[in-house]
């Protein structure tokens, strides 16, 4: 299956693996993948992020998968929305005094692209670096 946005389907594959009630969520890996993860993990959002790797049964070659574990406050879920900001159609870039804030205030998050890699809203801030807006997630 070909993915033109692999970013949503990451985001969207969590926000489902949450409404399903799922402990573990599996995904093809890419390094954008990984660093969002890394992210999640730090922010809270995530339990934890392993890369898997097995060998192809068709050609033998090696095949990473992301295996996300999914995080709970008691039967809550930790994440309840994720918004693709960005999207290959159509890409939105910022100054950071421009970053706009997550609809429902300190709890949420934006995740940006920027010349020193993915930045979180307040790890841009303090670097003073706008880019490309990425995500919500609240």
Known sequence: MVVTD???DFLIRIKNGYL???DLVEMPNSKIK???AVILVKEGYLQSS???TEKSKVKGKEIKTLSLELKYEGKKPVLSE???ISKP???IYTKMKNIPQVRRGPGGLT???TPLGLLTYQEAKKKNQGGEIICQIW
């Open 89 to 91: 159609g159509v890409r």
């Open 20 to 22: 399903a009630r799922k």
């Open 50 to 52: 392993k890369v898997k």
């Open 34 to 36: 990984e660093n969002l």
């Open 82 to 84: 994720v918004k693709r």
């Open 111 to 113: 995740i940006l692209s």
């Open 6 to 8: 692999p970013i949503a």
